[in-house]
């Protein structure tokens, strides 16, 4: 026979009665606040490649990804942190095979 999950509100019943009014409070002035961003997952949103993946993608060194960071549409995400948008890398392969064929 399987257990009951347990009861993540049996806090609330161990509550004084003396502190319901607070407990309430707390709870709506907490329904009223804006939820809080959560960090993006993985899979929302465009994948960034980190220099060495996209020269490892590209076939190229490392410095030729910095180069290149315009035409990848690169994002500086700090002062010496760039990332490639996956797609940015694709269009650029994109491009580039256009051009040969």
Do not use: F, I, N, W
């Amino acid at each position: 026979m399987r257990k009951p999950a347990p009861d993540p509100l049996a806090a609330l019943d161990a509550l004084p009665r003396a502190l319901l009014p607070a407990a309430l409070a707390r709870l709506a002035a907490r329904l009223l606040e804006p939820p809080e961003a959560a960090l993006p997952e993985a899979s929302d949103g465009p994948r960034l490649l980190t220099p060495d993946e996209a020269a490892a993608r590209l076939g190229v060194h490392r410095r030729r990804v910095y180069q290149l960071a315009d035409e990848l549409g690169a994002v500086k995400l700090g002062r010496r942190t760039l990332r490639v948008p996956e797609a940015g890398l694709v269009a650029y392969l994109e491009r580039t095979r256009r051009g040969r064929g």
